[in-house]
């Protein structure tokens, strides 16, 4: 290992070891959370799924405005921060923590750290994008919002809203299970067929 890997590594478990101290007020609702969230009793997606529909049945039935619902959001964040920490402790016992529930708590506050500089890397290539070949990023930039405007347009915000939030907590049981693998493999080979079968006809 070089000189720079060990830097890098010794940043990412500084950075680690700093996200733990701030989210250990949280670690027994995160550890239950990923549970969920990686489908570990096959009842779980179904659960997800139905608290995500109840949630945007309320938010459609209500119909609040954006001021509102922002404001709501804020509020119940800001509950969540006080209330969790103090009552967590009391209903999930942290004092019965075993090694194995603090090494997967470690292992998915180093997950967060490396998304987070996933995201950092992603916007320091767009960056420098702009800066070495500035036409092709405005007609990325541009034609990725005209897409994603034209798909706003037709379908409804609070539908579009709700399959991207579905989607999102859904992927790490997707992954967890080898489905979204899966898929992919299956696609890449159709894809590979049409590509053959195209240079059959070429020839």
């Not at 239950?32 to 997606?45: I, T, Y």
């Not at 194995?100 to 490396?114: A, D, M, P, W, Y």
């Not at 420098?128 to 990023?137: D, W």
């Amino acid at each position: 290992m070089t000189e720079g890997d060990n830097k890098s590594a010794n940043m990412l478990a500084q950075e680690t070891a700093q996200l733990e101290e701030q989210l250990q007020g949280w670690g027994e609702v995160i550890l239950v959370g990923d549970r969920v969230l990686r489908w570990e009793k096959p009842w779980f997606p179904g659960a997800l799924m139905a608290a995500t529909t109840v949630i945007f049945l309320m938010i459609y039935y209500l119909d609040p405005s954006v001021l509102t619902g922002l404001s709501c959001t804020v509020m119940l964040l800001c509950l969540a921060d006080y209330l969790v920490p103090t009552l967590a402790p009391r209903v999930f016992g942290s004092n019965k923590w075993t090694t194995e529930q603090q090494q997967r708590f470690h292992e998915i506050c180093g997950n967060l750290v490396k998304t987070q500089r996933r995201v950092v890397g992603w916007w320091k290539r767009l960056c420098a994008l702009k800066e070495e070949k500035p036409k092709m990023y405005f007609a990325s930039v541009i034609s990725s919002l005209l897409a994603v405007a034209w798909i706003g347009q037709q379908v409804h915000n609070l539908f579009l809203t709700y399959l991207i939030v579905s989607f999102l907590l859904l992927l790490p049981g997707l992954n967890q299970h080898g489905i979204i693998s899966k898929y992919t493999s299956m696609a890449k080979k159709e894809i590979n067929k049409l590509l053959k079968q195209k240079e059959k006809k070429n020839e």
